[in-house]
């Protein structure tokens, strides 16, 4: 576990897991959001996007957290491990909203700079649809896997525990 994505829909806990992950075996993390969106909410351009992945996936070790499926196919061919959070839509809503409620006004840690949290029913919606439109693109990439790379597919709070607490023992 060397070359690590995290995926899912937004509210799953892929930063907070990535965070906890990036601390437990000492290996760099990169958050998409972090990379991709400009201050003011600007997003970066596709090619911008790739050419940010592209020197990341040259290094020896990394986590990287986010989905952005312009870049996807970059990040599940060159990782090692796949960690794909699919959790029930009200659990992402829910944790959107607490997320919302916790940084409102304020730039999270895992976001852009001058990118103040916010929460519009365009976001909501993409939530509340990701399993519509973007797991089949997910399940698709995750069918081309080889015998090298781990897929750990994790659906609520006592498997993520659990995997976390299975890396303590190693």
Not at 151 to 159: P, V
Request: net charge positive; proline share 3%.
């Amino acid at each position: 576990m060397q070359k690590m994505i995290i995926i899912g829909s937004p509210g799953t806990g892929k930063s907070t897991l990535a965070k906890k992950l990036a601390d437990s075996l000492i290996i760099k993390l990169y958050h998409l959001d972090k990379l991709f969106w400009k201050p003011q909410w600007k997003m970066s351009t596709k090619e911008e996007q790739r050419e940010i992945l592209y020197d990341i996936v040259k290094q020896n070790s990394w986590i990287i957290d986010g989905n952005y499926s312009s870049t996807l196919d970059i990040r599940i061919k060159e990782a090692d491990t796949i960690i794909y959070l699919k959790r029930s839509r009200m659990t992402c809503l829910y944790h959107v909203f607490k997320r919302f409620i916790s940084y409102r006004g304020k730039t999270r840690p895992d976001m852009q700079e001058n990118c103040p949290e916010k929460l519009d029913r365009e976001f909501i919606r993409w939530v509340w649809q990701f399993s519509k439109n973007h797991e089949p693109l997910i399940e698709e990439y995750l069918k081309d896997l080889t015998s090298e790379q781990t897929l750990i597919k994790l659906t609520n709070s006592k498997e993520i525990d659990d995997f976390l607490n299975s890396l303590e023992s190693m």
